[in-house]
């Protein structure tokens, strides 16, 4: 797994890393040659680092809650103070609010208090985070900044609502600004747009089971399955590397070939 011209001794911070996409980015990140900080606001980010932690290599969780602006500058200010910024950022976490039934959510059900924290969690966080580590990033003149949005962001998708589907909209073109202040020192930043990746968050119960749901949509898809996370993060660790050097700014979709 380990890329030989992939830089080793870099620290990456991973939101959302105790579960699903950021969870396999945090391995693969480590297994890249990363010491990695899981900033989520689960415990169980906690078990993950002691799993993959080693004296070389360590792997730290931070709780926080990411709809918090406070609870951003209180964790990235421990961070600078231990480790003094970071190398690699993936704003990984995001929450997808869903009704019960899998179905479409229509404009008028979603209420101000849910298209704030959707905007909060998805995007605002992005944005706070992207402006913290950028700045030690530019100053060492390397960094690697990979945002997590969404299929949904790209086209239209009934089952998506409207709040998650403008939140992810606006991480890609908030990217793209990112990938213009940062480029000039040395500093990439992109998207990864996943399509359906069987994470916790992909799990639509509903009318059926969520495995044929899944079974279900992956007849629209030409590779004709859904997504696994450690697809996902494979494409991460290469935007996190050297070898994507002269990409920024850029979406990588990773959805096995829907685009409709
Ligand atoms: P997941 O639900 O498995 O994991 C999300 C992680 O983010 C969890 O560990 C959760 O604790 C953390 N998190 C959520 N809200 C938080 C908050 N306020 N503060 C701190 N941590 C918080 O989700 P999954 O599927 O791994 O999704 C990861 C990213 O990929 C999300 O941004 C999602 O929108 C995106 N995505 C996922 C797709 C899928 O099919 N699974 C498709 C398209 C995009």
């Given at each position: 797994m380990t890329s030989t011209s992939t830089p080793t001794g870099k620290l990456a911070a991973v939101t959302g890393?105790?579960?699903?996409i950021g969870l396999a980015s945090v391995e693969r990140l480590h297994a890249d040659g990363h010491g990695v900080i899981i900033i989520d606001r689960s415990m169980d980010a906690h078990e993950v680092a002691a799993r993959l932690s080693t004296p070389e290599l360590p792997v730290v969780a931070k709780i926080a809650d990411l709809s918090s602006a406070e609870d951003i500058a209180r964790v990235t200010a421990e961070i600078d103070e231990e480790?003094?910024?970071?190398d690699i950022l993936v704003n990984n976490a995001g929450i997808h609010p869903k009704k019960p039934d899998g179905g479409h959510f229509p404009?008028?059900?979603?209420?101000l208090d849910q298209w704030n924290l959707v905007m909060d969690v998805n995007m605002t966080a992005t944005f706070l985070l992207s402006q913290w580590a950028m700045k030690a990033m530019t100053q060492k003149g390397w960094g690697r900044i990979v945002n997590v949005a969404s299929r949904a962001g790209r086209m239209y998708m009934p089952i998506s609502g409207a709040h998650y589907a403008a939140s992810k909209a606006a991480v890609i073109s908030f990217t793209r600004y990112l990938a213009g202040d940062c480029g000039p020192f040395g500093v990439t930043a992109n998207t990864v747009a996943p399509g359906r990746i069987k994470t916790p968050l992909s799990d639509?119960?509903?009318?059926?089971?969520s495995q044929n749901l899944h079974e279900e949509f992956a007849k629209s898809v030409p590779l004709r399955r859904v997504g696994r996370s450690d697809e996902l993060a494979a494409a991460v660790s290469f935007l996190a590397s050297?070898?994507?050097?002269?990409?920024?700014?850029s979406v990588v979709d990773v959805n096995g070939g829907i685009f409709g």
């Open positions: 890393g105790a579960s699903g480790f003094g910024g970071v404009i008028e059900d979603i209420t639509v119960s509903g009318l059926g089971s050297e070898d994507s050097s002269f990409i920024t700014g």
